[in-house]
């Protein structure tokens, strides 16, 4: 079993900066990725951005390409995205989530591991 736990999100306002949280413990074995996910109410769950472990691969959705960046520090078993130039539609409840894919952004029911979320608020 893996187990993911976000933190970092908040309200900020528009064009601020965030940077969530996602620590990873237990058997990571059959996993080579972790990644961000969001979902906001009325809309389906989206893929944001991804670290492939191994190698340090990294892929974002075009939404946030140039505004948000994924980064690992292995030493303390935790993945970040940092959030810059927020939008009022990137508000959403932000999930990091664990799994084995073979390459580029996953869809979520590849993903086998999630978190509970951080909520992102970014008032209009």
């Known amino acids: 079993q893996v187990q993911l736990v976000e933190s970092g999100g908040g309200s900020v306002q528009a064009v601020g900066s965030l940077r969530l949280s996602c620590t990873v413990s237990?058997?990571?074995?059959?996993?080579?990725?972790v990644a961000w996910f969001r979902h906001a109410p009325g809309k389906e769950r989206e893929g944001v951005a991804v670290?492939?472990?191994?190698?340090?691969?990294?892929y974002y959705a075009a939404s946030v390409k140039g505004r948000f960046t994924i980064s690992e520090d292995s030493a303390k078993n935790t993945v970040y995205l940092q959030m810059n130039g927020l939008k009022p539609e990137d508000t959403a409840m932000y999930y990091c989530?664990?799994?084995?894919?073979?390459?580029?952004?996953?869809?979520?029911?590849?993903?086998?591991?999630w978190g509970k979320g951080t909520q992102v608020t970014i008032p209009s």
């Open positions: 237990g058997d990571t074995d059959r996993t080579n990725c």
């Open positions: 670290i492939y472990t191994g190698g340090g691969a990294t």
């Open positions: 989530a664990a799994g084995l894919y073979a390459s580029g952004l996953p869809r979520p029911s590849g993903m086998d591991y």
